[in-house]
């Protein structure tokens, strides 16, 4: 898988950013076992952070376009986790998605679907996994997506 997994971001013209720093008192991953524990990771797009509120300034399309932002963040992580040998990734395990929209928003795992959906393209069927799409009345830094994620080791 480590050389497919580079092709394929490069054949879908993704790159994957660098992994973000913590922004506060906590750690970007903890490996346990066999899985790396990710943690949140919000919207940030190449002119920085993706922000607003779903329901409100953001359609659902801009939803799943700012959480395909936080799947590459998270597999950053991962990647760096693993010490950039993507031969070390079995797979996705679990996403937690937290969008923040209106009260009346019901469309979150539409909006999540765009990290989930990434993971499938880029791993098949390792990429598919368990997950909950919550909302959230409000974001850090009024972001418009945060996801976490466990991932399995080889």
């Not at 797979?91 to 019901?106: I, M, Q, Y």
Request: net charge negative.
């Amino acid at each position: 898988m480590t050389h497919a997994i580079d092709a394929r971001l490069q054949e879908l013209g993704l790159t994957l950013p660098d992994a973000p720093a913590p922004a506060a008192n906590y750690v970007p991953f903890v490996i346990s076992g066999q899985h790396v524990y990710v943690s949140g990771q919000v919207s940030m797009g190449a002119n920085g952070l993706i922000t607003g509120k779903l329901g409100a300034d953001l359609s659902t399309e801009q939803g799943a376009e700012a959480a395909r932002a936080c799947a590459l963040s998270l597999l950053a992580q991962c990647k760096k986790a693993m010490g950039g040998d993507w031969a070390k990734l079995a797979r996705v395990v679990k996403l937690t998605g937290f969008v923040n929209c209106t009260a009346d928003f019901t469309d979150q795992p539409k909006v999540i679907n765009g990290a989930s959906d990434l993971f499938v393209e880029l791993l098949g069927d390792a990429g598919r996994h368990a997950r909950s799409a919550v909302g959230a009345p409000s974001l850090p830094l009024g972001v418009a997506v945060e996801i976490e994620a466990i991932f399995e080791l080889a």
